[in-house]
């Protein structure tokens, strides 16, 4: 059974950082490629971060960069987001994502709350 575990959402103040992590089971993880993306209120879900798979090759949304690094511990089947330097904009649902690099097959987390306020 796959299973993708967020943890470490919360509240924070602007400024603030938060390290999230997404642990996964039942899958080959070097296998996949790894995804961050976030869902606010009223609004579509939207990629934040990706590592691929082999190179660890990332990305970021532009909103992100520069405050946000994707990492993966392959021996931990554990992939991580820094999150620094949030802004009120940040606050949104996170959830993991992790897509196979051989077939169509893709799982997600249940999503871990992340709320940046004063």
């Known amino acids: 059974q796959v299973q993708l575990v967020e943890s470490g959402g919360g509240l924070v103040q602007p400024g603030g950082s938060l390290r999230l992590s997404c642990a996964a089971s039942?899958?080959?993880?070097?296998?996949?490629?790894m995804n961050w993306y976030r869902q606010a209120p009223g609004k579509e879900r939207e990629l934040v971060a990706a590592?691929?798979?082999?190179?660890?090759?990332?990305n970021y949304a532009d909103s992100v960069k520069g405050r946000f690094t994707i990492s993966r511990d392959n021996a931990k089947n554990t992939v991580y987001l820094q999150m620094n330097s949030l802004k009120p904009e940040d606050t949104a649902v996170y959830y993991c994502?992790?897509?196979?690099?051989?077939?169509?097959?893709?799982?997600w987390g249940q999503g871990t709350q992340v709320t940046v306020s004063s």
């Open positions: 590592i691929t798979s082999t190179t660890g090759t990332t």
């Open positions: 039942g899958i080959t993880f070097g296998r996949y490629a």
């Open positions: 994502n992790a897509v196979s690099r051989i077939t169509t097959f893709q799982a």
